[in-house]
């Protein structure tokens, strides 16, 4: 039989899939289109309302076939799925396995390692925690060797991944910057990039932290989300740190590797959020100067808290993630600006939009490289210009 994935959401999600891919490789063909397929196995994700809707739609439309639902759906919308599609096999979240068996690589040139399921925060907007639980960190060794196999199978970029990186190990007795000093001890070619971490774990092992990302094999790379630049909304998000922690730490590490790059993330439109304390968020943007942030309008959960109080009006929540972009853009914009005339050595990962290709550089910044080229490749190129999001090369 054939069979086909489509996966919505995070790395995590992605890293599944893969491993979904493999085990059911061993006994079916995947193909590339659901058309062409027997089976379809939907990745659910069901952090925001408007790919909850997709992914409703696309669980109605596949239910005629043998269709599989996976990730976090099955875990906390059970009933939805029941609704739209009856006879769907329920796989919901798979833990540790995920790291073990077989894998096929949406790219090749990519190892995507979970080394945890679950997070320890309590966020009021939250869904995600119902279906995914506590903390459960992931052995030093299974992970190890996990690496060890996307190494042997030449992936060059390692991305670590979790809904918490910076929790890593609280539960077992470790931590993330011990974890990736022993990832930057395994031979091979490679360059790792860490996924998010909350600054409330970020700060307390800001110093070790830093030392880990200064590593030659690490790319120079800190999702930081700080969701707002209000404290009070940060208390009512539940958030475990202050916008004072978040710039503390994007100071320190700015200070320690001068060409990080810094992703964050903002939610506008929290329930109860005044005029005066969005700007604030758009004030610590403007000091902070991230070169990557990802901008959502919120939207309230069944089961969250933050569902049950007093929501803003849809054109509040759109004019304020506008001026949020306009700002992002021009910051952006200044951020790359800073990469022109620079020269390196870029490691050639993705095939680009136009017969072009993309690559990173080692503080992960997206390049477009012309030319013909290969994936995998490592050339040395001049940066000629620069977007708001990408450079490209000359």
Known sequence: MKFYIETYGCSRNQADSEAIAGALAEEHEQVSTPDDADIVVVNTCI???????????ALKKYSNKKLIVAGCMPEAERDKIKEVAPNAEIWGVKHEEVLEGPHIRVNKLVGIIPISSGCLGSCTYCIVRFARGKLKSYSVEKILNAIETAIKDECKEIWIT???????????????????????????????????????????????L???????????????????????????????????????IIDYVKREIPQITISTDIIVGFPGETNQEFKDTLKVLEETKPDIVNISRYGARPGTSAAELKQHEEITKKERSREATKLVKEIGQARNNDWINWEGEVLIDEHGKENDFIGRNFAYKPIVVKGTHKLGEKVNVKIKKATSTYLVSG
């Open 162 to 208: 979790a809904q918490d990186t910076g929790a890593y190990g609280i539960d077992i007795g470790n931590s993330l910057p011990n974890l990736l000093e022993k990832v930057c001890t395994l031979d091979g070619d490679f360059k790792v990039r860490v996924g998010m971490m909350n600054p409330n774990h970020a700060m307390k092992m800001l110093p070790a």
């Open 210 to 248: 830093s030392k880990a990302l200064q590593h030659e094999k690490m790319f120079k790379f800190l999702h930081l989300p700080i969701q707002s630049g209000n404290n009070k909304i940060l208390k009512e998000m539940n958030r475990f740190y202050t916008v004072e922690d978040y710039k503390k």
């Open 47 to 57: 952090v925001k309302t408007p790919t909850e809707n997709k992914i409703l739609k």
